[in-house]
């Protein structure tokens, strides 16, 4: 079943996507400072809420940080064995040129088995394309972001564009009307800003 059809059948029952953002200095009580156990508190996360989500997304740099690139692979074939289904985004924000991006793919695709990941578009739609030969796949594009920094570019006016858009407006218009050719390209849009 492809990324899309994943998310389609789960968003009826919940629009719910659990994010898995792991720092060990905070975890509570027997999990507190060991980086040794964070699959251990991911998963207790997982096996509480799999059946109330319609995605899970655990962010790489929290796992690679600590060394749990393999904790992290383990929490994802939990995630699919404890909820067949339910896609994994892999929060990556990847963003480099072809021949790294087709290395970034198959770390996410293939070693961690993940359904979806997020990308950075600065460097163009060939920073995208090898995520795409991944037909089932998903691939999600920051385009307007909720962070402070976020309007350092986001919000500036392509001057050389017709109708002078802003830079996200024209990465929406580029994933929708170029980039997404065959319906696998989503778009990282923060809630935090009114229409």
Not at 3 to 28: H, K, N, T, Y
Not at 36 to 52: K, Q, S
Not at 120 to 149: H, Q, W
Request: proline letters at 7%.
């Amino acid at each position: 079943m492809t990324f899309l059809a994943q998310l389609q059948a789960l968003c009826p029952q919940s629009r719910l996507c659990v994010g898995l953002d792991p720092e060990p200095a905070r975890l509570p009580g027997a999990w507190a400072g060991d980086a040794r156990r964070i699959y251990d508190f991911c998963a207790a996360i997982v096996d509480a809420t799999h059946d109330l989500v319609c995605a899970f997304k655990p962010q790489i740099a929290y796992f690679a940080a600590h060394r749990a690139e393999d904790q992290l692979e383990r929490l994802i074939a939990h995630m699919h064995a404890v909820a067949p289904g339910v896609p994994v985004i892999l929060d990556a924000k990847r963003g480099d040129i072809g021949s790294t991006a087709e290395q970034y793919a198959r770390e996410a695709f293939e070693r961690y088995q993940a359904d979806a990941v997020t990308l950075s578009p600065f460097m163009g739609f060939d920073s995208i394309e090898p995520y795409l030969r991944y037909p089932d796949k998903g691939a999600i594009v920051l385009c307007r972001t909720s962070n402070a920094g976020g309007d350092d570019w986001q919000m500036q006016r392509l001057a050389d564009v017709p109708g002078q858009p802003r830079l996200f407006e024209h990465l929406a218009h580029l994933a929708e009307s170029q980039w997404n050719r065959n319906g696998q390209l989503g778009l990282v849009v923060g809630a935090t800003y009114p229409a």
